[in-house]
């Protein structure tokens, strides 16, 4: 049995019960990495000159002794941010990103990076150099990607939650198939400095998994510094399901879960309102996915010119790199591979397309969230002899509209007839904000899993 992780149960201990006379902490940075979660961590013993180890004989903060992890693409300092390869391991930061230095003075402790798929272009976190993540509960099914170490550590118990990356639901993905919640903030919401990036025009967008959605609101409020919203009376509810996006081309098991969600909100008396997309959400996936190959070069380029110890251009970075994702990198997003202007173009004026027919939609239907399907699938058994077998399109199909439009997005889980997890999403009105976000979720996440 998993021991999860509740973080608004451990904020009501006080700090010293959190970091007591048992010494607890320590053995939670001893935590066994069965599931190849991370790729660096801190060192166990506490006498080590390790920073983290210096900053806990430091009292103070609302979240002292609370752990967390941070995505191997995202700065921490006094750790290298690789980007899961090896050829960026010199590559020391000299400051931590915003939100982990906002976590750094409220007083939480990242125990260490975790593993994604190479250079975060992926979706399966099959690293080559630092193995494959293992999916806790269900160990012969994909844990899902990129960030898929962060989902993996908070369903594994390594820690109370873990911050990310989502481009092309990069957060989202891997949160439904450990079975964990994610939640894409909006944009700008969390900064991205100190991101390696995969886009240049405002895609990606930093994010967090925790094991509940009601964790990751009581988080979301300490780091912004306001007072959490209450949960809101289902009544108050006003939830659009699409037939043709929520309920749509699914595998059954999902379909189920999907309607058997849509009949609690609608039994606890929330308001549903049947009402389809446009086409242009069918079309969010692929242009997604050819604004990230055409903007990868020029975008990583740019940060690597701002590294010192890295080399100064992606082409030299992979020159020597014979992998499976180095290799797709450069049959996709370089010369003559790379979409071109025109295609690029193109894609971008869909992405636009479909940020404004999100904004109509909500306009249109009153309502304040889309529920669908994380993923039409569930989480799809490992073939170690073909990794071609899986459709990237249909992972991406839902959650590249939230990524196009650019709005908060955010899942939970529920076990699903196959015994297996199934991602509930909740693509958020433009029109509400982040905080008003939260609280509606969570009161859905409480309804459905109730």
């Not at 451990?10 to 320590?26: K, P, T, V």
């Not at 004989?57 to 899961?84: C, E, H, M, Q």
Request: proline share 6%; net charge negative.
């Amino acid at each position: 049995m998993l021991s999860k992780k509740n973080l608004r149960q451990a904020l009501e201990q006080s700090a010293s019960i959190r970091m007591g006379a048992s010494n607890l902490f320590y053995k939670e940075i001893d935590w066994a990495d069965n599931y190849h979660v991370f790729v660096n961590r801190i060192p166990v013993a506490p006498e080590s000159d390790f920073p983290v180890h210096a900053a806990l004989k430091r009292w103070g903060g609302i979240l002292f002794g609370i752990s967390y992890i941070v995505k191997d693409s995202i700065d921490v300092a006094g750790f290298p941010t690789t980007n899961g390869t090896l050829a960026l391991n010199s590559n020391y930061p000299s400051v931590d990103n915003s939100l982990v230095a906002r976590l750094r003075t409220l007083g939480a402790i990242c125990i260490g990076k975790a593993n994604l798929d190479e250079m975060s272009y992926g979706w399966s976190s099959d690293n080559p150099y630092f193995g494959r993540v293992v999916n806790p509960a269900y160990p012969h099914h994909s844990p899902g990607g990129s960030s898929g170490g962060c989902a993996a550590g908070v369903a594994g118990g390594a820690a109370y939650f873990a911050v990310g990356e989502d481009t092309v639901g990069s957060l989202r993905i891997p949160a439904a198939f450990c079975g964990v919640s994610a939640y894409r903030a909006p944009h700008p919401g969390f900064t991205t400095d100190g991101v390696c990036p995969l886009t240049s025009s405002g895609y990606d967008q930093l994010g967090l998994i925790a094991n509940t959605l009601d964790d990751i609101s009581l988080l979301d409020s300490l780091i912004h510094e306001y007072e959490e919203l209450p949960a809101v009376e289902p009544i108050d509810l006003h939830i659009a399901v699409a037939a043709n996006f929520s309920l749509a081309a699914l595998a059954p098991n999902v379909e189920e879960s999907m309607s058997e969600a849509v009949f609690k909100l609608s039994g606890a008396g929330a308001n549903i309102v049947m009402q389809e997309v446009p086409a242009s959400f069918e079309l969010a996936a692929h242009a997604l996915v050819t604004i990230v190959n055409h903007e990868l070069l020029e975008a990583f380029n740019c940060y690597l010119g701002s590294r010192a110890q890295c080399p100064v251009t992606l082409q030299e970075l992979l020159k020597n790199v014979d992998t499976s994702v180095a290799n797709k990198i450069k049959a996709l997003a370089f010369p003559p591979g790379r979409p071109s202007l025109s295609a690029y173009e193109r894609a971008q004026a869909v992405a636009g397309e479909v940020k404004q027919d999100v904004v109509d939609y909500f306009n249109k239907s009153k309502c304040q969230v889309l529920i669908h399907p994380t993923v039409g699938i569930t989480t799809p058994a490992i073939n170690y002899r073909d990794q071609s077998s899986t459709d990237y399109f249909a992972l991406a199909r839902h959650v590249s509209v939230a990524s196009c439009a650019q709005t908060v997005a955010m899942n939970f889980s529920v076990m699903g007839p196959s015994a297996l997890p199934v991602g509930i999403e909740m693509l958020c009105s433009p029109a509400i904000d982040h905080k008003q976000a939260l609280a509606i979720c969570r009161t859905i996440e409480t309804i459905v899993k109730g």
